[in-house]
């Protein structure tokens, strides 16, 4: 009988692994394609590209204007990330830490607009934003981008509080800390993990967040990857490698972006210093 399970349990974790390696040659075989033609001056019929360019970027570039989508890219992403940490850690600290009546009310609210797909409540959100007068501006994206991650960070961080012994935060108040010198000097540090975990997953989220981003963007406030949604599906004839050198570009501007947020934040360590600090 204990022959027969470990039999099953080895041909279950090779399935997994089978399963694991066919989706990342996947991946990797569809971006390789990607990249190659991005490069390529002619690929038809062949296991390789004709020549190899670098016109297809520069054009892409100067047609798409991506320098200027770039620079919206990181306002829109930058204010989110710091609007949805300002906004949503106080918010979880004060559900954490307060009863009063509706609160589990509120808290299925706030779950909606993760729970609820993002083009159910964008075009309504982008009428409002219209009617007020923000729509299609960089400020109306960011605006509309906020709306699933401050619920997204407040829904990470309440776990974090709750962790905190309410004792620390009294003994700070015997020490004379007022409620802003608690909240910065003592309560940050602690929830440092948490915050810098939520705050990676907003960044992450936003820079792909597409549906609020279209519905609310004007000419001038248009991110990467809207600006690729109309490179692909605009009226007129674009050729395939210059579409693919912009998409080149939005990986690589994503991946940046990640790899910089995780040189300052480890998951690892997050998950270790989360567990630590429950354990005290």
Do not use: C
């Not at 890219?73 to 609007?83: K, R």
């Not at 299609?136 to 605006?143: L, N, Q």
């Not at 963007?217 to 809207?226: E, I, K, M, Y």
């Not at 990640?258 to 998951?267: S, Y």
Request: net charge neutral; no cysteine; aromatic share 12%.
């Amino acid at each position: 009988m204990g022959h027969d399970k470990t039999i099953s349990e080895r041909l279950w974790a090779a399935a997994i692994w089978l399963a694991v390696i066919v989706f990342i040659v996947n991946f990797m075989a569809m971006a390789a394609t990607v990249v190659v033609n991005s490069f390529g001056t002619r690929w038809l019929g062949s296991w390789l590209p004709a020549g190899y360019t670098i016109r297809w970027y520069l054009s892409a570039w100067d047609e798409f204007q991506l320098g200027d989508v770039l620079i919206t890219t990181f306002e829109v992403v930058g204010a989110v990330v710091l609007l949805s940490g300002l906004f949503g850690v106080p918010a979880a600290y004060a559900l954490a830490r307060r009863n009063f009546p509706g609160k589990q009310l509120m808290i299925l609210l706030f779950l909606l607009p993760l729970m609820i797909p993002p083009i159910t409540f964008g075009i309504p959100l982008a009428t409002v934003l219209y009617q007020f007068g923000a729509g299609g501006t960089i400020w109306g994206v960011i605006i509309a981008n906020l709306v699933p991650t401050v619920p997204f960070v407040i829904l990470v961080m309440i776990p974090f509080v709750e962790q905190i012994d309410p004792r620390i935060e009294a003994a700070a108040r015997v020490f004379g800390a007022g409620t802003g010198r608690l909240f910065v000097h003592v309560l940050v540090p602690l929830l440092a993990p948490g915050i810098l975990a939520a705050l990676l997953l907003v960044l992450v989220r936003t820079i792909a967040m597409f549906e609020l981003t279209f519905f609310t963007a004007g000419p001038d406030s248009q991110t990467l990857v809207v600006a690729l949604y109309y490179a692909v599906y605009a009226a007129g004839v674009r050729a395939g490698q210059s579409i693919d050198a912009m998409a080149v570009i939005y990986m690589l501007t994503t991946l940046a972006w990640l790899l910089i947020a995780l040189r300052f934040v480890d998951p690892t360590q997050i998950v270790t210093r989360a567990k630590q600090e429950a354990a005290r």
